[in-house]
């Protein structure tokens, strides 16, 4: 599968700082998760704004650095900090990790996000699985010409295997991706409600769609952030975000290393 030219340039300056050849796994780490960068050991790390043709995130809760170096003796790489559509980066921007997973040879994928919960079952602090994305009827693939498959379902039951057998309660559901990066209002939460969307976020789908297209192994992992607007009576602020992240940091960390293992 040819990739841009650009990410061979990165993968070679990343290489000459010390990065291996090929890599275990590489993770993704969403708003207020950078924290799993801490349990990797030997690490370099790289700030985005050094990497050629890089863009760099500014969403707070995302530091912007690329970590690389080993968790339990596997190798792996750590995308503290992503780029999404909202900041006005296309697509084929977004979707850079998922080009360097593959650039490096990357047995599997793993995806984190902070997401607002529909599903009126869930509460702030649930770990849920993503088994399906929903899109919205608008195309999030930098190449929607592609025609392939992709097929969460029985990734998620694995992913949710393997979170139980760490002692973890993991919820599983559906995600819906919207571009942002303004909060949906309460009509769009029951709309998307209606049509089955259990968690609501801003990214991750066109890391799956794009991980798929390329045959990249991949489990995504949504942490809810905040309950969608008009489900309890509370203004909906980032700073949430962080605080539930902080809850859970633990738990995350343990999921991601067993994924890591065994995924």
């Given at each position: 599968?040819?990739?841009?030219?650009?990410?061979?340039?990165?993968?070679?300056?990343?290489?000459?700082?010390?990065?291996p050849?090929?890599?275990?796994?590489?993770?993704?780490?969403?708003?207020?998760?950078?924290?799993?960068?801490?349990?990797i050991?030997?690490?370099?790390?790289?700030?985005?704004?050094?990497?050629?043709?890089?863009?760099?995130?500014?969403?707070?809760?995302?530091?912007?650095?690329?970590?690389?170096?080993?968790?339990?003796g596997?190798?792996?790489?750590?995308?503290?900090?992503?780029?999404?559509?909202?900041?006005?980066?296309?697509?084929?921007?977004?979707?850079?990790?998922?080009?360097?997973a593959?650039?490096?040879?990357?047995?599997k994928?793993?995806?984190?996000?902070?997401?607002?919960?529909?599903?009126?079952?869930?509460?702030?602090?649930?770990?849920?699985?993503?088994?399906?994305?929903?899109r919205?009827?608008?195309?999030?693939?930098?190449?929607?010409?592609?025609?392939?498959?992709?097929?969460l379902?029985?990734?998620?039951?694995?992913?949710?295997?393997?979170?139980?057998?760490?002692?973890?309660?993991?919820?599983?559901?559906?995600?819906?991706y919207?571009?942002?990066?303004?909060?949906?209002?309460?009509?769009?939460?029951?709309?998307?409600?209606?049509?089955?969307?259990?968690?609501?976020?801003?990214?991750?789908?066109?890391?799956?769609?794009?991980?798929?297209?390329?045959?990249?192994?991949?489990?995504?992992?949504?942490?809810?952030?905040?309950?969608?607007?008009?489900?309890?009576?509370?203004?909906?602020?980032?700073?949430?975000?962080n605080?539930?992240?902080?809850s859970?940091?633990?738990?995350?960390?343990?999921?991601?290393?067993?994924?890591?293992?065994?995924?």
């Open positions: 599968m040819m990739l841009p030219d650009d990410i061979s340039e990165c993968r070679d300056y990343l290489v000459n700082r010390g990065f050849e090929e890599t275990n796994s590489v993770i993704i780490l969403g708003s207020g998760l950078g924290d799993f960068a801490n349990s050991e030997d690490t370099i790390t790289v700030p985005y704004r050094e990497i050629p043709g890089f863009p760099e995130s500014s969403v707070a809760g995302h530091s912007g650095v690329l970590v690389c170096g080993s968790v339990d596997n190798p792996v790489i750590a995308f503290s900090g992503r780029f999404h559509h909202y900041e006005g980066y296309p697509f084929l921007k977004t979707v850079i990790p998922v080009h360097l593959n650039a490096f040879k990357a047995k994928l793993i995806i984190s996000n902070a997401a607002g919960a529909i599903n009126t079952n869930f509460q702030v602090g649930d770990l849920m699985v993503i088994d399906d994305i929903i919205l009827f608008h195309s999030v693939s930098p190449a929607p010409s592609s025609k392939f498959r992709y097929n379902y029985r990734t998620a039951g694995k992913v949710r295997k393997i979170a139980a057998e760490t002692g973890l309660d993991v919820q599983r559901g559906s995600y819906l919207v571009k942002g990066p303004n909060y949906e209002t309460k009509a769009e939460i029951r709309a998307f409600r209606i049509i089955g969307a259990d968690v609501v976020g801003m990214s991750t789908a066109p890391e799956l769609i794009e991980a798929s297209r390329l045959n990249i192994p991949a489990a995504a992992i949504s942490l809810v952030t905040n309950m969608a607007a008009g489900i309890e009576n509370i203004k909906l602020d980032h700073a949430d975000v605080e539930a992240a902080e859970r940091k633990d738990d995350f960390a343990r999921l991601v290393k067993q994924l890591i293992m065994k995924f």
